[in-house]
């Protein structure tokens, strides 16, 4: 009897042990009692599946992140990028042609300086927007190119103070539009770059006015001389009378 009931303990915790090891414990006498684990999750297969989806979901996630670091510049943004490349198109235009038709050669020296700084500033601008959904324009535009266009009809003297003027003028608006960029852009590689270049507009336009100055100079010193000589003249006259 006493061995008897050992061999039916043995029997039920050799019964429960496989019963864990499935996962279900079956019941001979419930019809609908599973017999088989096929449609069960594993506890393997639910570790195989969660790690999965959280990196589908961070993979989503970062994707998202990235292409909004990239983004699209906003209006206000887009257009100063727009306006900034004609200007840097009409300075290496203008300083080309001022290799060409200036006569004086301090002329030519200032526009070699606008050619190099201008070509590199805008070659870093399209290095910038290229994947920020802006089509740069390739020349100069509008007010730019009426300026480009009138400049190429003078030569010599008169094409040298034209271009003074113009560099003087065109300086200006620059700095005036690269402070308020600096300030106030949203996407931080516009702002930076806007940062970066504003002291070196500054110092082009300083070069322009010098230049400009000494253009002006020895004209206006031609002028006093005639004028005093206008005033003489008519005194020597009446004396010798």
Do not use: C
Not at 126 to 148: C, F, H, R, S, Y
Not at 180 to 195: G, L
Not at 205 to 228: I, R
């Amino acid at each position: 009897m006493r061995h008897a009931i050992i061999l039916s303990a043995a029997a039920l915790f050799t019964t429960t042990i496989a019963s864990a090891q499935t996962g279900s414990i079956p019941d001979p006498s419930d019809p609908n009692s599973p017999t088989s684990t096929e449609d069960r999750a594993t506890p393997a297969e639910t570790r195989d599946t969660m790690p999965e989806r959280t990196r589908s979901k961070r993979g989503t996630s970062g994707f998202n992140a990235m292409e909004s670091a990239g983004g699209t510049l906003n209006d206000k943004d887009a257009t100063f990028v727009k306006k900034v490349a004609s200007i840097g198109a009409e300075e290496v235009e203008a300083g080309k042609l001022a290799g060409d038709q200036a006569a004086d050669g301090k002329v030519k020296e200032f526009a070699s300086t606008m050619v190099d700084d201008h070509s590199k500033a805008n070659d870093e601008l399209k290095g910038i927007v290229e994947t920020k959904g802006v089509n740069l324009p390739d020349g100069p535009q509008g007010a730019q190119k009426t300026e480009l266009d009138s400049l190429k009809s003078k030569k010599g003297a008169a094409f040298d103070k034209a271009y003074a003027a113009a560099m003087v003028k065109g300086h200006q608006g620059a700095v005036q539009m690269f402070t308020t960029e600096s300030k106030t852009a949203k996407d931080p590689e516009v702002k930076s770059f806007a940062e970066k270049t504003l002291p070196t507009l500054k110092h082009h336009l300083e070069m322009a006015q010098s230049l400009q100055k000494s253009l002006s100079g020895p004209t206006a010193s031609g002028k006093t001389s005639k004028s005093k000589k206008s005033e003489v003249q008519p005194s020597d006259t009446s004396g010798g009378g």
